[in-house]
């Protein structure tokens, strides 16, 4: 397994809609994970963090599945100013490789009107 | 954000010749790192530091070199640039163990 899988997607959803991301990755040891969003030559930005089952903020909730090790993120009410690419980031090893993280490829979401 | 910077934002220069990326941070993070991202491929770690004057390899490091004189900078070099270090090149910092990273704005670099 990669180490850190993505659905590049694109996803293609109207305004409104609920969306859900996962991402997989094969560091058992994780403790902690991220999402990031990125526009379009943009950096990117961290949207959530994630350290035990779950986080939620707002229209966005990240889920972390420890047996299955995946994270998910869920996007309620979808607006147009969500279309973006979602990264997410697992730390990359154990011990110094653990100040590392390692980046999915990113999934594309498109929401239209 | 974590207030950091990179100079230049974009460059175009020719190939064989030295090119220097600068990142520059207010936060007083630890640790930074240098990446670049390519359509395909996403991100990847070309070095990283974890204090002044300690650096390491990262996933594609071959034809870089850094360097961290002090805590709020970390220099890139591409000592002979190739077109294929035709990039997005983005530098972050973070806190440590567990802790998310921050971006900077990234530099567009084009090698002719």
């Known amino acids: 397994r990669k180490e850190v899988e993505q659905d590049p997607g694109p996803f293609n959803v109207p305004e409104g809609a609920t969306v859900a991301f996962n991402c997989t990755y094969s560091?058992?040891?994780?403790?902690?994970f991220f999402w990031y969003r990125q526009d379009c030559r943009k950096e990117p930005k961290l949207l959530m963090s994630?350290?035990?089952s779950g986080n939620e903020d707002g229209r966005f909730t990240a889920q972390l599945n420890r047996a299955s090790q995946y994270i998910s993120l869920l996007i309620r009410d979808s607006k147009l100013s969500d279309s973006a690419t979602y990264l997410c980031?697992?730390?990359?090893?154990?011990?110094?490789?653990?100040?590392?993280?390692?980046f999915g490829k990113g999934t594309k979401l498109s929401v239209i009107p | 954000d974590a207030g950091i910077t990179q100079s230049p934002r974009h460059k175009v220069t020719e190939t064989g010749t030295p090119v220097t990326l600068r990142c520059h941070q207010t936060?007083?993070?630890?640790?930074m790192y240098w990446y670049r991202q390519d359509p395909g491929h996403g991100l990847r770690l070309i070095h990283y530091?974890?204090?002044?004057?300690?650096?390491d390899k990262g996933e594609v490091s071959d034809g870089y070199s850094v360097s961290r004189s002090k805590t709020e900078d970390f220099l890139l070099t591409l000592e002979s640039a190739t077109s294929s270090q035709t990039s997005v090149y983005f530098c972050?910092?973070?806190?440590?163990?567990?802790?998310?990273?921050?971006f900077g704005d990234g530099t567009r670099l084009s090698i002719l």
């Open positions: 980031a697992v730390p990359a090893g154990s011990g110094a490789g653990s100040y590392q993280l390692t």
């Open positions: 560091n058992s040891a994780s403790q902690s």
């Open positions: 994630v350290y035990s």
């Open positions: 936060e007083n993070h630890r640790y």
């Open positions: 530091s974890y204090g002044v004057k300690d650096t």
């Open positions: 972050a910092t973070g806190q440590g163990l567990g802790q998310p990273q921050h």
